[in-house]
Nanobody
Framework: QVQLVESGGGLVQAGGSLRLSCAASGSIFSINAMGWYRQAPGKQRELVASINRGGRTNYADSVEGRFTIARDNAKNTVYLHMSSLEPEDTAVYYC???????????????WGQGTQVTVSS
């Protein structure tokens, strides 16, 4: 069994910063790509940022230059540092990780429970 536990959401004023963390635990053999998605009310879930095991990153255009994704492979943890936050960043943020629980298996996509980020104007 694998769990992803997120932390770090909350309420912040526009222009402020927050850091989200997501730790994977359980029966983990290896973790491939990790990422953060978000879903605002009435909208589809969208990719915010992703990072592969080697550290290569990818960002949505809307957060490029403001958000930074990083991971600590030794701790099975991914981070999302968000700065210059805007009211449009308000959403539930979900952690995602593609995890092998055994060698030579197809990785499975696991999700965290979500953490609310609210940016006030």
């Amino acid at each position: 069994q694998v769990q992803l536990v997120e932390s770090g959401g909350g309420l912040v004023q526009a222009g402020g910063s927050l850091r989200l963390s997501c730790a994977a635990s359980g029966s983990i053999f290896s973790i491939n790509a990790m990422g953060w998605y978000r879903q605002a009310p009435g909208k589809q879930r969208e990719l915010v940022a992703s990072i592969n095991r080697g550290g290569r990153t990818n960002y949505a255009d809307s957060v490029e230059g403001r958000f930074t994704i990083a991971r600590d492979n030794a701790k099975n943890t991914v981070y999302l540092h968000m700065s210059s936050l805007e009211p449009e960043d308000t959403a539930v943020y979900y952690c995602n990780a593609n995890i092998n629980t055994q060698p030579i298996t197809v990785p499975y996509a696991y999700w965290g429970q979500g953490t609310q980020v609210t940016v006030s104007s």
